[in-house]
């Protein structure tokens, strides 16, 4: 089964269909997670809003291992995590969709791996291509065919690679540290995308990003970032994020042999 990790701007997913909800008691610090699961297109889809249905946890307070372990034992293979950033590169204006290709992890302090304690011998996780290929692949498709659909114009045209750096957060950037984050290669900045990815990995698990720009990161326009001009573009971008996700499931289901 496929789930949508929900960021910023998508506590709920209203293309789920039939949806019920199912709690699990982790290992984590005793947390439980609730995931909710239903269908999209006809596929079933398990869905996690990673801020809590009512977006209280920071991206520095997430229990990551704990969702991605919840997911793990719910059955789920693969998964399109959703994520908000700043953008750096040109292209990422706000409104902008793209799908990494590449990340850097700044965050410090987080849980970020399984293999930790108890261990039968040291593990070393293979994270040369962070996401997964075929489920970049069809999303690279399925944002295409859904901005052919509403006939955006070349400029609007998603960004189909891009390397996402991962900040601590919760506050924003200094314009140096968005400097230097350019000067390091990365097209955009964001605070969930780490060690989210990596946990995934080290589960086995297939996960790719959809990642939606909502301003541009710190000292690239004039001004500060105000969380109105962001709330903004969360609102209008995510009903395109949701279009996108409908045209993955369908694809996903028509190219997969259930
Ligand atoms: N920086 C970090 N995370 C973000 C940003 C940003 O500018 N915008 C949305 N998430």
Redesign the pocket.
């Known amino acids: 089964m496929l789930a949508v990790i929900g960021g910023s701007g998508l506590s709920r997913l209203d293309i789920l269909q039939g949806i019920k909800s199912v709690s699990y008691q982790t290992p984590y610090a005793q947390a439980q997670v609730e995931i909710l699961e239903g269908s999209v297109e006809g596929l079933p889809v398990a869905f996690l809003p990673r801020h809590g249905a009512d977006h209280k946890i920071p991206p520095h307070r997430i229990n990551y291992r704990a969702n991605l372990w919840a997911l793990k034992e719910h059955g789920v293979t693969g998964i399109i995590a959703v994520n908000?950033?700043?953008g750096i590169d040109p292209q990422m204006s706000p409104g902008k969709l793209a799908i990494p290709d590449q990340l850097i992890d700044y965050t410090s302090g987080r849980a970020h791996t399984f293999y930790e304690e108890n261990l039968e011998e040291v593990v070393h996780v293979d994270f040369t291509h962070p996401y997964s290929k075929r489920l970049r692949q069809l999303l690279v498709i399925a944002v295409e065919e859904e901005q052919m659909e509403e006939d955006e114009s070349e400029e609007e045209m998603p960004m189909t690679r891009g390397v996402y750096g991962c900040?601590q957060?919760p506050r924003?950037?200094t314009a140096a540290e968005v400097a230097r984050m350019r000067k390091d290669g990365c097209d955009m900045?964001?605070?969930t995308g780490m060690p989210e990815a990596a946990l995934a990995r080290e589960l086995g698990l297939q996960y790719a990003c959809l990642a939606l720009s909502?301003?541009r990161?710190?000292g690239l326009e004039e001004g500060p970032?105000t969380m109105d001009a962001?709330n903004q573009t969360l609102a209008t971008g995510m009903k395109e994020v949701k279009r996108v996700l409908q045209v993955f499931f369908r694809l996903y289901r028509e190219r997969t042999v259930i």
């Open positions: 908000a950033v700043g900040t957060g924003l950037e900045v964001g605070m909502v301003n990161a710190a970032i962001i």
